[in-house]
């Protein structure tokens, strides 16, 4: 597996344009998404014409895994280990790039994307849960097609690359874990940056099917995260026990973290929940203008919003089951009393998404 390389600021709106590089390569990944929307999406299918695809579609996109990025010395941020995100980015392969360009991050989300889609076909994710990921990058090529328009459909013919994830069955759940983690990372940005956009057209009271469309493509980007954390989980209890938990706790000590990972420390998490926050504000303070297509975006958001967390306490159940998470019991070991599950407390989570997001389903009354 590749290292994640990521903007400093977990957003692309400060990318750095370097012309149209990377966009051929994008434009030929966008048709195999196509591709295999139309074939994942129709009312029916075979499933060994669905394996068939993704085999074809990984041998397709096998060219673009393992690029050379360029970057020059100063751009590479160094760790620095008191730094809860650098802990994260550390544990996870991640390296933060300073004045990151335009084809530098579409080279990143190529590779990680062909990583994951080389992968697929091998896990115990559901289809339904492939089909949330082809949204997904089918949502992120046409925004980032759209941010430098490229003339070069069709042009780039890639070389096929032999490449596999690792064989050993502990080191293979590893690989999943974190690649999971660089795509999550990927979509969680893009999904920020829709965000952001659809907040500027409600500040500046100029809504209109385009708003719309960012919040559709931000719902679709953002649940594509959760369908990364489904790949990252394709690996049995056993294994979670006895694999990934050991592996971040012995990350934990080293860094002498007092508790265990959780989205607090992730950057790409924590920028996304700052604009999400930002937006349902606006939202709120236009209720009374909003359209319906505007509206009816939203509450696909929420949806995604409100299945992304029922999904992590039913991943929690499932690889945890009557356990604390690392998370938990670093707080019990400060001397407080931590009984409930993992599960648990992702649930009660969950109700507080409901209850903040309440206000959407009164929105169509309001407007």
């Not at 370097?18 to 009312?43: P, R, T």
């Not at 997904?136 to 070389?159: C, K, Q």
């Not at 001397?335 to 929105?363: N, P, V, Y």
Request: glycine share 6%.
């Amino acid at each position: 597996m590749n290292q994640c390389f990521l903007p400093d600021s977990s957003a692309i709106g400060a990318l750095e344009s370097d012309g149209s590089a990377g966009l051929s390569k994008l434009s030929f990944f966008h048709h195999k998404v196509k591709k295999n929307i139309d074939l994942l999406l129709g009312e029916t299918y075979v499933l060994p014409e669905v394996l068939d695809s993704f085999s074809e579609f990984s041998r397709a996109l096998s060219g673009l895994i393992n690029p050379e990025i360029q970057f020059s010395g100063a751009q590479i941020n160094q760790k620095d280990l008191s730094n809860k995100f650098d802990i994260y980015d550390k544990y996870f392969e991640v390296t933060r790039i300073s004045g990151m360009t335009y084809g530098q991050f579409i080279q990143q989300y190529l590779d990680s994307s062909a990583e994951l889609i080389n992968e697929i076909g091998y896990t115990s994710m559901s289809r339904g849960e492939v089909a949330y990921l082809l949204k997904g990058w089918e949502a992120a090529n046409l925004l980032l097609l759209s941010i430098h328009a490229s003339d070069t459909d069709g042009l780039y013919t890639p070389e096929e690359h032999s490449q596999a994830a690792p064989s050993d069955n502990e080191q293979r759940a590893l690989y999943r874990w974190k690649l999971a983690h660089h795509g999550f990372a990927i979509f969680m940005i893009l999904s920020g940056y829709c965000l952001d956009q659809a907040s500027h057209d409600l500040e500046q009271d100029k809504l209109s099917s385009v708003t719309a469309d960012w919040i559709d493509k931000a719902a679709h980007l953002f649940r594509s995260t959760t369908a990364c954390m489904e790949f990252g989980n394709s690996f049995t209890s056993t294994v979670y026990r006895s694999v990934i938990r050991p592996d971040m706790s012995r990350a934990n000590e080293e860094a002498n973290l007092p508790n265990g990972f959780s989205g607090t420390q992730n950057l790409e998490y924590v920028t996304w929940r700052k604009k999400k926050l930002n937006f349902f504000s606006l939202l709120k303070e236009h209720a009374g203008r909003l359209t319906q297509d505007v509206i009816e975006k939203t509450e696909l958001l929420r949806c995604y919003y409100l299945e992304d967390m029922h999904i992590h306490s039913i991943i929690a159940g499932r690889m945890v089951g009557i356990e604390k998470s690392l998370l938990q019991e670093g707080i019990s070991k400060k001397g407080k009393s931590m009984a409930i599950t993992a599960g648990d407390m992702l649930r009660m989570m969950a109700k507080r998404r409901e209850e903040e997001t309440q206000f959407i389903l009164e929105l169509e009354a309001a407007s």
